[in-house]
């Protein structure tokens, strides 16, 4: 089978079909657009909506789909094999929940305003559904992450993943005590950086990364720098978005 008459290439079809390309919140204002005389100057906002929203939503879908397609096309090889060992059934039942989670990520493109965090939902989409095993709520829930994380965010989550990953990959976890050492090992040293905080919480929040309570016998005056462990999600996150 060529790649050009797999599923993915006609799934754009699909999106247009659940009418997918305004998403739910501009819809609304739209209608309540026409529903109320706005006056200025959210009578000029409105109308720049409308002229905006077809345009940015096609867009945003387009470089989710393309960013989608660059990745599936290099695991060409896998999908045919996939499908050879596939049961009529259950190949359409994975085409089904493929066209779903693809209408899933269309949207959530529309309501990404970074254009390399709608590339990751793609990356994210085609790594998870070229998977043996396709996991719909686990894929769905990593494109929700990427929605929520910037190039700051990413960029530390792969420098943890750097000094810890490894023991993550290979032992399912990393021990405390690991983790602990591990840290400092990264390229911000064992400084204080409050920027450090603000990013590792907000990765926390999300289940990558888990804090590290302090040394028993640290001084409740001191000063210090929280440290954090790799989670397995965390890991599994960052090798989604990352491009084969």
Aim: charged share 25%; hydrophobic share 45%.
């Amino acid at each position: 089978m060529a790649i050009d008459d797999h599923p993915f290439d006609a799934l754009e079809k699909h999106i247009k079909l659940e009418q997918s390309s305004v998403s739910p919140i501009t819809k609304l204002l739209l209608m309540l657009c026409s529903l109320v005389s706005w006056m200025w100057p959210f009578d000029k906002a409105f109308a720049f909506l409308k002229d905006r929203a077809g345009v940015d939503s096609a867009h945003k879908t387009g470089v989710m789909l393309e960013a989608c397609m660059n990745e599936v096309r290099k695991h060409e090889a896998e999908l045919q094999a996939l499908r050879a060992a596939l049961s009529p059934s259950a190949e359409k039942e994975r085409e089904e929940a493929t066209a779903a989670l693809v209408v899933d990520a269309a949207q959530k493109a529309i309501l990404t305003k970074s254009i390399k965090r709608i590339q990751r939902i793609g990356v994210i989409l085609a790594k998870g559904v070229t998977q043996k095993t396709l996991l719909p709520d686990h894929i769905e829930e990593m494109m929700r992450v990427a929605m929520e994380l910037g190039d700051t965010d990413v960029d530390y989550l792969g420098e943890l993943v750097r000094i810890e990953g490894v023991m993550v990959a290979s032992q399912g976890r990393i021990a405390r005590y690991d983790a602990h050492t591990k840290w400092g090992h990264g390229r911000w040293g064992p400084n204080i950086n409050p920027e450090l905080d603000s990013v590792f919480s907000k990765l926390a929040s999300y289940g990558l990364v888990s804090a590290i309570p302090p040394p028993n016998n640290l001084n409740i005056m001191a000063d210090f720098q929280n440290r954090y462990a790799l989670l397995p999600k965390g890991l599994h996150f960052f090798m989604l978005i990352t491009a084969s």
